[in-house]
């Protein structure tokens, strides 16, 4: 069944068509069969030059550096912009001090970042983190847009959610956008979201507007559309490549099983089960987590610990017993090192705190 694009907000202006139909142009007229993958902004120079004479008041021809922090695109009093990606516009090498994200609304198109090809699809979304080389390359008629967000923002409305969200992907995400790893970006293979799409709307409306508080509400628009990426699309991300050593596909599964499994599942059994060494599955999560096994599970029994004593009457003993802790004088002594007080003590000062 064909999906219609929801919004108004998603069709490109007449001025951007324009300029479409002006790189369109060059592509034809281009010599070089490499045109389409990306170059330095030399190389395209010429095309650009004649396109800001005939434009000279597009930002985007004017913002197309090898380098572009946040001034050069944000105001004062704004911490997202949304618009939508040129067809044909040059793939310029280039690097972003803010968080560009990329949605695919019809067609696909092309990522270059450092030394790797994604490919895009209806519904498909790519966080790329700042001071990512990058380049974007689509020749075709597709709709894409761009999300730009402050990284201070950003820090604010999508951390704060995954420190909240007690699952072992939280840690993966923090290192794959803020390490020092050679593919610092997200990439979700999942279908077409009208949830997504109509928050996305209504974030270009607020934009456009000029009612007050407008970049507060964009913020919180913001954090509903990664709420609803985590919520919806967790099953569809896709890690980057330098976790190939432990396929892709396994990875994922391979967290998630930890995080459902941490009260009874040991090193051996979940090496036997992805068929890994146990040194091989230690260092991938080492690489990937920043943690070891242990304290990937210690942590996930530790937080389900303080949950149930917080939540329910259950016995303390019988709490370590379902934890997988079979000495509770283990499970005390963890308890204390992470919380600073005992069991018993941190269920009667969280009891007091609810009356």
Known sequence: MSITIPSEEFRKTGHQLELEEMFRTFYAQADDPAYHLPH?????????L???????????????????????????????????????????????????????????????????????????????????????????EANAMKILIRTSSFEKVFFGILKDSDTVLAEFFFRTLYSSNPHPFLFFAGDWDPEMMEILARTIREGRSHRSFR????????????????????KDLVFPEHTSDIQNANLIFLLKYIQEHAASITLPELSQLFNYSERHIQRVLRSSTGKSFTEITQSIRMREASRMLRST?????????????????????IFRKTYGMSPIDYRRDNTQARQ
């Not at 800001?52 to 704004?78: G, I, W």
């Not at 516009?89 to 280039?94: R, Y």
């Not at 990512?132 to 020749?139: G, K």
């Not at 507060?216 to 985590?230: R, T």
């Open 40 to 48: 330095p902004y030399a190389y395209y120079e010429q095309e650009i």
């Open 50 to 140: 004649k396109a800001v004479n005939r434009y000279p008041d597009s930002l985007t021809l004017h913002k197309c550096a090898s380098l572009l922090n946040e001034e050069a695109f944000f105001d004062k009093d704004t911490d997202t912009l949304v618009h939508p990606h040129i067809s044909y516009f040059p793939p310029i090498w280039h690097v972003d001090h803010f968080i560009v994200i990329q949605i695919v609304l019809e067609g696909t198109l092309t990522t270059y970042i450092a030394d790797q090809e994604l490919k895009l699809g209806k519904g498909n979304v790519c966080i790329i983190a700042p001071g990512t080389r990058h380049a974007v390359s689509c020749f075709s």
């Open 215 to 234: 970049s507060q509400m964009q913020n919180s628009l913001m954090n509903q559309f990664f709420i609803m990426l985590l919520r919806n699309h967790e």
């Open 313 to 333: 009457d259950v016995p303390v003993f019988r709490i370590a017993s379902d934890l997988g802790y079979a000495n509770m004088g283990n499970f005390r002594k």
